[in-house]
Structures are given as structure tokens and as C-alpha cells.
């Protein structure tokens, strides 16, 4: 996995609660058995104004003019900044691949939901959770200064913002451990190999039933 | 001391290990696979050149690309006229043959939903821990199993080590007192639930839904509450082991037998919250109270009972949801203040993992029987959930009375819950659906979702709008 360590980028405001993994990536583009290459298709039912599918050439398709995202001034941005709830609905880990894809870094919102929350760490992406008051003004200042951009740093766990100002955020310690050294979930578990199989021959024992039976 | 709460207990049970910020591995019994969320895990294996941990753990069977009448079927994946979903399909097939994991193929006859299939053939089991590249996984807390949803790197994870990295929930208890009233179902308790904390309510909680009226559910019932626990933002959803859990799962395939299975049932009853157990929130239903509901918006919190009318947005008064509603009105179509009955139909769907077994086939059949599909409905699809569902269905007559009734009957899949198949709602049709999402788009580009029971799904069938399905019970039953 890609190391995070700090992250400098322009914010794209996404004014809206409640945005589910429909809505992020939809159900058409999961026939990929790829991991990568979501990114033309992020927001896609939003971004463009007709239905998108695998395999067409999205350089032709007419844009939304009216979705954030399409406008000149959030171009190349790296921080997505949301609102409550945001990532609801299914486990699509397309989610976050097309969110990385398309070049998104962190993402703020005041709440996620809880699969997509943990889907992100495993993709490099950090979901940063602040209260609803700071995520508020940050939509006020994002709006009102245009190339609004932010620094996050991972290692001391603030944001910063253009004025000079920093904001604190929280974090697991584990996860942070895991995005500043781009660890692999598997290889650590591993580590604990013995552990685990001590688990599963006492659990065999009082659980038989749930090993080795096929129907 | 404080007793345990059944989450508590399946927790305990399975930790191996834990760290010190609270981030613990837990051991995972069973892990349910499809084709979509699994081939990325799958290339991860083989990249790093591992095997599963457990094989025998993992149970698999394709259903979002499956297609769904009968012509295609039979012609097998050659069926499947896309030719990504098709290599998806065939993916799945090469990856179980390859890594030697149980398969029920698109073509088996117990094939179907995985949430409808783990729990008929025995695959689920009480005080298991279970997983699925999907989050409806939830479900199977019917059982009295911790299950619930993760994403790709998680399966790859399960399969590697046979351990899930987690955090403890917290402990919710959502309690549903005396009796519903006839023609309220299953999917009316979970819409009501859903629209009294709101589709984050549960963010952070493991739920179990106890009380009289989940008590006197079937399991079909238990499944279509679990199933859309996270609909209101629980990953796993629970309902404590009792005689009804032990009566559905006695002689399935992969249940244990003879004196394994006097054992297995003994520690099974233990699988209950203690009379003192602790939990962090309390909902409080009374069952009399619910009313059939019908989502109106693009969220399942956008629900109102049928007898209610769609609300007006500029009457709330938290500025985030009155735009959310706007924006839901709009997509939707609807004007605030509009009858829910009033409310057109251009389609049915009956199926998906929230509705799709025998128990909501019969309730569905019971109203359509002897009448017609209105003139303005261009689109009725059954969908059972597995072919054992649709066998025994088929044995019952069910398949004659919807046909009769000018539903189509087809074969098992996922179908139009989420639309990657053929079945796909049309831009702008409104949809009664006994699926578990009503997000834009999610029936099909542009389609517009309303969340019912199958009995309110063929009662809006008959009428060519919404109406109470119990008035018409109360028609049959004269």
C-alpha cells in the first residue's frame, strides 16, 4: 500500500448528506474484476449527463455543468470535503479504488458510514471525521476563496489551514501506524500466525460443528 | 455483575488476539462469496502466492450478474449476453475450482442469493462469526450469527488468515413490544425502525432486534429485519437463538447431525443476551403502532406509513435534511403533500436478499391471486431467491398464481435489487420494490425506488398505485 504521510491539496466541496456507493461508483462499472481505472467514473450518475458504461471512451460523454466537480476551479483537487453519512450503502470497495483513482487523498466529512470508513485505510485514502460546526465554516471558506487548499499531516494528526490556523483531528493509532509505513493488513496478521492457530484448535474442540462439514 | 449482551458473548468467543488501541483479530467461522466483490481478492492471493487458510470456511455462489428468465439460463454462462459480467461469472467459477472452495454454480439448483442460500443450506449457522463482500450480510444475525459486511481487501484478508482486524461495536438494542396487526410485516417493523433513528442510527452499534413482535417472526421475517440493519448504518444486525432458529436450521445440508447436533443445539440456546446485559442505547416500538410503509425519497429513512403523505420539505427545520429532501423530491418526482396511495406505478419488483424467500412469496401470492396486473404497470417480476425457493414455490402453485395474474416468474438472482443484470427500472418509472435501497439510480439510470412488502408490492400491483394492503385483506377475507 501507498505510503500517507502529508498530503497538500485543493478542496472540492461535495454539498450533500447522505452520499451512498451508488452514487460514488455505480453498479455497472463492478463487472471489472480490475482493482483500478474507476476514476473516469467517479460520481458518475452526476458527473455526466448520461448513463455511463464499462468500456465506453468518457472523453465523448456530455458533462453536468452544474455538478461541483466539473467546474474549473476544483480541477486536480486531492481532498474531498463531505457531508454526514457520507459512503452508506454497500461494501463496494470500488468506492474508494475510483475516489483514488481519480486522485482523492482525504476526505472530511462530520460522520462516515462504517464499511466505507474502513475500506478507505486499506486503500491509502485517510477519512478524516470533524465536528459538523468545523466542516460548516470549512464549506463557507472553500466556496468564498477560490484554489482553497489544505495540508494534513498524518504524523502530527492536524490539518492546515490556508490562514496559517490548524485544526486537530483523531485517528487509531494502529491505522495510522499502517498509512505511514503503506503496511499490508495480511502480512501483519500473519505475524501473529501462531496465535491463531492456537484459536482455531481450542475452538475446534468446544465448536466442532462449525469445521469441515459440506453439504 | 453485568451480564453479557449476545454480541458480547460471539465477540468473546471468537477473539484471538486484541491490541493495545482496541484494534482486535477475530476469528471468522465462515466466509460467503460472490462475483463481484471477490476476483480482486482472489488475484491478491495469487500475486502473493498464498492459499486460503481454511478452505472448508468458504462457501460461494454468483449472483448480481445472474440472468433471470429462463431462456437464458438454460443456455449457462453463454446466457449471460454481457461479456464483462459473463468473465465474472466464469472468474468465480475458475477461482473456487482453482483455490478448492465449495461452489453452488449459476446453473446448480440450490443456486441463488447468497444471503438466501448460506442460511438455507445450513452454511449459517448459530454463534458463528460470518462474512461477505457485501453489506447486507447482515442478514444472516438472524441466526444468531455475528455477520456483517466488508469490503474486497477484507475478503482477501479472511482468506489469507481467517481472521477479521476489528474494533468492538458498541451495544444497541432495538425492542419491539406486543403484536403487529395483520397485513404488517417483517419489511414494515425494519422501515419503521429505519425511519425512527435514521439511516446512521446505528452507525457504530451491532443491533439486535428482540421483543415480542421479533420473537413471534418466522425466520424469514428475522432475515428481512437483519437483512436492513444496515440500512440504518448497523453492520451486523442480531436476534437472539430460540426454538424457531433451531426448528429452521435441523437437517439442512450443512447442519450438523445426530449427537453433534444435540451438542451444537445445547451451546446454541446460550445464544441470548443476558437478563442484565448492558447496552449503550435502548429504541423502544410499539408493534400496534406500525402501519405498512412506502419510502417516498431516495434514502430508506424517506419512509412514511401508507396512510401518511409525502412530506414538505420546507417544514424541516435542520437545514442539511430540507435540502436532502428537496433534492430527494425532486429526483423522485413527487410533490410534497401528495397522498402516498396516490402514488403511480410503472413497475413491481419482488425479490432481493430482503424479500425474496417462501414465507414473502406465499404473502405476495395470497393478494394477486384472482386479480390482474393493472393496465398502467409495464413491468412485474418475481424473482425467488434460490432455486430451492423457486421449487418449492413451483410445488405450492405460486408460480401459476402470479402468472395467471400477469406477473412474470423468473429464476434466481439479485436482478432488479441493484440492476447490474438485464433487469433494469427505466429512467423516470416508479418502482414498488420489497428490495433494501431506494438510492438514486440504484434500480436502473434514473429509476425512482419505493420500499414496500411483498404483500404491498402485489397489492400496488393490482391497483396501479399504492394502497393499504389491509383493507384488501380485509376484501379476502369476506
Known sequence: ?215 | MTGKTLYDKLWDSHLVTQRDDGTALIYIDRQLIHEVTSPQAFEGLRMAGRRPWRADANFATPDHNIPTTRNERAEGLEGIRDPISRIQVKTLDENCHDFGIFELDMNDERQGIVHVVGPEQGATLPGMTIVCGDSHTSTHGALGALAHGIGTSEVEHVMATQCLLQKKMKNMLIRVDGRLNPGVTAKDIVLAIIGEIGTAGGTGYTMEFGGEAIRSLSMEGRMTVCNMAIEAGARAGLIAVDETTLDYIKGRPFAPKGEMWERAAAAWRALVSDENAHFDRVVVIDAADIIPQVTWGTSPEMVAPITGEVPDPEQESNPSRRENMRQALKYMGLQPGMKMTDIKLDCIFIGSCTNSRIEDLRAAAAVVKGHKVAANVEMALVVPGSGLVKKQAEAEGLDKIFVEAGLEWREPGCSMCLAMNADQLGAGKHCASTSNRNFEGRQGFGGRTHLVSPAMAAAAAINGHFVDVRDMLLTLDR
Not at chain 1, 458510514?113 to 464549506?139: Q, Y
Open chain 1, 1 to 215: 500500500m501507498r505510503k500517507f504521510e502529508k498530503q497538500s491539496g485543493l478542496v472540492m466541496p461535495l454539498n450533500r448528506a447522505n452520499v451512498d456507493t451508488d452514487f460514488i461508483i455505480p453498479k455497472q462499472f463492478l463487472k471489472s474484476i480490475k482493482r483500478s481505472g474507476f476514476g473516469v467514473n467517479l460520481f458518475d450518475e452526476h458527473r455526466y449527463l448520461d448513463k455511463g458504461e464499462p468500456g465506453r471512451d468518457n472523453s465523448q460523454r456530455p458533462l453536468n455543468p452544474d455538478f461541483v466537480m466539473n467546474q474549473p476551479r476544483y480541477q486536480g483537487a486531492s481532498v474531498l470535503l463531505a457531508r454526514e453519512n457520507f459512503g452508506c450503502g454497500s461494501s463496494r470497495e470500488h468506492a474508494p479504488w475510483a475516489l483514488d483513482d481519480y486522485g482523492f487523498r482525504v476526505i472530511i466529512a462530520p460522520s462516515f458510514a462504517d464499511i466505507f470508513f474502513n475500506n478507505c485505510f486499506k486503500n491509502g485514502i485517510l477519512p478524516i471525521v470533524l465536528d459538523e460546526k468545523i466542516v460548516d465554516r470549512l464549506f463557507g471558506e472553500v466556496e468564498e476563496q477560490e484554489g482553497y487548499a489544505l495540508t494534513v499531516d498524518l504524523e502530527a494528526q492536524q490539518i492546515l489551514l490556508p490562514g496559517g490556523e490548524s485544526i486537530p483531528f483523531e485517528v487509531d493509532a494502529f491505522r495510522k501506524y499502517c498509512l505511514l509505513n503503506g503496511l499490508d493488513d495480511i502480512g501483519l496478521t500473519l505475524q501473529d500466525a501462531d496465535k491463531i492457530k492456537a484459536f482455531e484448535q481450542q475452538w475446534r474442540g468446544v465448536s466442532p460443528w462449525y469445521f469441515g462439514v459440506q453439504g
